[in-house]
């Protein structure tokens, strides 16, 4: 396997070797021929035929679920919008803008992703850098500044930030309505008694800035790589290392992601689902893209997450809030931690602070 590959692999476990391994091995082990192709297109199956009994009544007043579709050790794979709602934490929406104006925007980005950078990150004391390249857009020159100065990603700031371009501010009310649109059903249709979920802001999610990802296919091969989205329900630990596996001996779900479509992280996302970005093989190379991907995140930084109304570790640096997922003691409960430790060349100080929220999810931090 390609250098490449291993660490796609090695991201999508979170840097756990044994994980990654035995992954790589079930897949070899799936497919044994040495050209492992899998078209990026797989014919259209809609799981609603026979999948879920509940009904919409009985969901709306209770949000367990149906029980897992995907077992343990395999990928189930997802095209239907209804069945990505009913069985992972997302909604998708395909065909999302009018074709020209998708056109437009993903070819400008393709232009703008000509000077992207890949990013350098520590993986077990490794400096190893992103597989893909990046950048970061916000609305003003103000607000370049704010996240040069003020913010800390990965335990660093970053130097790359530009100002939004003209397609991405085109796209953002459409985003921004569909997104709004698309939280208001999920509380309406799966949350407990069709009411927003404690610490879930009740404000209408208004994207200021937009992350830009561009991954490059292989140069010299005709196929280029498509990307898939895959999620994968946490399962925790209990106090003796044992999972408990009982409720949701669950494989990971794959969402296909083709070219303009839009997909909505609802709030359960952060604490009960882990999610990745796969390569997978295709046939067809986009006929404006070619072997390149785009994709673009939408995002809402809020001002009560402002560093200012944030702790900062004994480094000096804002600290990073976590949510324990691993062990059932606290799962769920979101921390503040030192970042320092992933910049290369620096070490962590411990930092550790529960974090206090209030009902509508803002941040309580008593600086003294
Ligand atoms: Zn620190």
Redesign the pocket.
Same mark, same amino acid.
């Given at each position: 396997m390609s250098q490449g590959s291993l660490l796609e692999a090695l991201l999508a476990h979170e840097g756990s070797v044994e994980a990654a391994s035995t992954s790589i091995l079930e897949d070899l082990l799936r497919s044994p021929s040495k050209k492992r192709i899998k078209p990026s297109v797989g014919h259209q199956t809609s799981l609603r035929l026979f999948a879920s009994k509940t009904s919409t009544e009985e969901r709306s007043v209770s949000p367990k679920r149906a029980r897992p579709l995907s077992k343990k050790g395999t990928t189930l794979h997802l095209y239907d919008p209804e069945d990505v709602a009913e069985n992972t934490p997302c909604s998708i929406i395909h065909n999302f803008l009018p074709p020209e104006e998708a056109n437009d925007l993903l070819k400008e980005m393709l232009d703008e992703s000509n000077s992207f950078e890949k990013v350098s990150f520590k993986l077990f004391d490794n400096v190893v850098q992103s597989p893909h390249t990046s950048s970061f857009y916000v609305a003003s020159e103000a607000e370049i500044n704010t996240q040069k100065e003020d913010y800390f990603y990965n335990g660093a700031r970053i130097s790359d930030v530009r100002r939004i371009t003209p397609q991405l501010l085109r796209a953002r009310p459409r985003v921004q309505e569909a997104v709004n649109k698309e939280i208001q059903n999920r509380i309406k249709t799966r949350y407990p008694r069709g009411q927003k979920l404690k610490h879930q802001s009740p404000n209408p999610w208004s994207p200021n800035c937009a992350f830009v990802n561009c991954y490059n296919g292989p140069q010299e091969s005709a196929q280029c790589v498509a990307r898939e989205f895959r999620v994968r329900r946490i399962i925790p630990k209990d106090s003796d290392n044992n999972r408990l596996d009982d409720m949701d001996a669950q494989g990971q779900i794959s969402i296909h992601l083709p070219h303009n479509s839009l997909l909505v992280m609802h709030a359960e996302m952060q604490e009960q689902w882990k999610h990745s970005i796969a390569p997978v093989q295709a046939i067809d190379p986009h006929p404006i893209a070619g072997s390149r991907r785009i994709n673009i995140t939408y995002r809402d930084y809020k001002q009560n997450f402002h560093p200012r109304n944030t702790p900062k +570790?004994?480094?000096g640096?804002p600290a990073v809030l976590r949510v324990v997922q691993r062990k059932t003691e606290n799962l769920g409960k979101y921390f503040w931690m +030192?970042h320092?430790g992933n910049v290369p060349g620096k070490e962590?100080?411990s930092?550790f602070h529960w974090a206090e929220f209030d009902d509508d999810g803002n941040p309580i931090w008593n600086k003294t």
């Open positions: +570790c004994r480094c640096i +030192c320092g962590h100080c930092f």
